[in-house]
């Protein structure tokens, strides 16, 4: 529980534009926050780099430290004591570590449901920070208000995660202008673009898309394409492959993986937390490595799924430090240990959450347009194809609007 609180101490600082007086802070936190517990959480905030005192005793401020204003390294130790202790035994040189092969026990004594890699605090945190939408809104209508911003945003930490040195604004520039940044490898470039198609596959398919193996393959096909070999771009890979960094040796046997990717997809179907489904995809799609690269980028993606057809923000993976992520990683690949990985998941969330609702206050985006965007598309397709032109046209479109848009009273527009 401290540990949550924590991590709602800092998204409420994230919320905030200017610094804050400590009482104010206060008085904004919701539920039991002793004064004394929230000093001590502030003190570790600001030796993790993550916040800054400015001033002192009674006209100090505080105020969350961007991450284009910190120190290399600096504001990535989001990690509990427990997965500190994971991270120092996955750090020590590979010739100490054992190697190790694909556990299957790992993956069958998961039940749906009943077991839950997320504590239940921090996924009541989770909702409470994510949820962006009334339940009446079509799947996706938070995404489509965000789209430019999670576009860019989920590209460049995805990307970044994997090496691409491509700054935040040089994302920007290729994917809404299309202007390539100067010394900078095709392979980057096409890493980003990828992104890009298969985001928007999520978003625009967010309405019929499920978890499942086509919905997967999608995904690899378009994270994938041109940056691997053809054939194995959406499909299984037919040959062993080694993970650099780490002693965990995947299986080679293409019938074996394609078996057991559809035994995870099987679980992560039933599992009906939208958070818990989403980092059980993240988790387990990494670890099985079915394809023969571009597996964490697929293992990202896949892991917004469920938010993005359920309304809440998506996870971009900002604020993650590359080294911590890949420790992470291998914790899962050697230890089978998740709560690295759980920390780094919903720091990283907070995080993005008040990011986005700066987003969305600054772009003053039009939630109507958003809310019934399937019925305007239906209707414009009929006076397409009906030819409808003037006085009928107009009297088709007020027709439609009564019957699809409700009164206020019957339905009241969803607040962000």
């Known amino acids: 529980m401290p540990r949550t609180k924590k991590l709602q101490l800092l998204h409420q600082l994230s919320q905030e534009t200017d610094p804050i007086k400590f009482e104010e802070l206060l008085q904004k936190l919701e539920g039991d926050y002793p004064a004394r ?48 202790a994971v991270i120092e035994r996955i750090r020590r040189p590979l010739f100490e570590r054992m190697p190790t092969t694909y556990s299957d026990k790992w993956l069958e004594a998961y039940e749906p449901n009943t077991h839950f890699y997320i504590p239940p605090e921090i996924r009541t945190q989770l909702h409470k920070a994510g949820k962006r939408s009334k339940n009446e809104d079509p799947a996706g209508t938070y995404a ?31 994917l809404l202008e299309g202007a390539t940044a100067e010394g900078k490898l095709d392979e980057e470039k096409i890493m980003i673009l990828n992104h890009k198609e298969a985001i928007r596959y999520l ?24 940056l691997v070999e053809p054939k194995y771009a959406g499909k299984v890979r037919d040959h062993g492959v080694r993970i650099g960094g780490s002693t965990y040796m995947p299986f080679e046997d293409p019938k074996q993986l394609q078996l057991r ?34 597996n964490k980028r697929l293992a990202r993606l896949s892991a917004n799924i469920p938010l993005i057809k359920n309304n809440f923000v998506p996870q971009s993976f900002n604020d993650v430090e590359r080294e911590e992520y890949t420790s992470a990683i291998i914790a899962i690949y050697e230890l089978q240990n998740p709560r690295p990985l759980v920390d780094l998941y919903a720091f990283s969330y907070m995080r993005t959450c008040a990011m986005y609702d700066s987003t969305i ?26 030819c409808l032109k003037g006085q009928k046209m107009d009297e088709y479109i007020s027709i439609e609007a009564s019957k699809n848009v409700k009164k206020k009273t019957e339905q009241p527009l969803c607040t962000i």
């Open 261 to 294: 990717l559809s035994r995870i997809i099987d679980k992560a179907r039933k599992i009906a937390d939208p958070y818990e489904q989403s980092f059980f995809l993240l988790a387990h799609i990494s670890y099985i490595q079915a394809f023969v690269d571009v």
């Open 203 to 226: 978003v625009e398919s967010a309405s019929k898309i499920l978890v499942s193996e086509e919905t997967i393959y999608t995904l690899h096909y378009l994270l994938a394409d041109t």
């Open 361 to 386: 206050k600054v772009i003053g985006f039009d939630e109507v347009r958003a809310r019934y965007r399937q019925q305007r598309r239906s209707i414009i397709r009929n006076i397409i194809q009906e």
């Open 144 to 174: 489509h208000q965000i789209f430019n911003r999670l576009l860019i945003d989920l590209s460049y930490n995805s990307s970044r995660l994997e090496g691409n040195t491509y700054s935040l604004l040089d994302t920007q520039k290729l």
């Open 37 to 84: 517990s929230v000093r001590r959480w502030l003190l570790q905030l600001i030796e993790e780099g993550l916040v800054e005192k400015i001033g002192s005793r009674k006209a100090a401020h505080y105020r969350v430290i961007q991450r284009t204003e910190r120190q290399p390294n600096a504001g990535g130790n989001c990690f509990s004591q427990e997965s500190k």
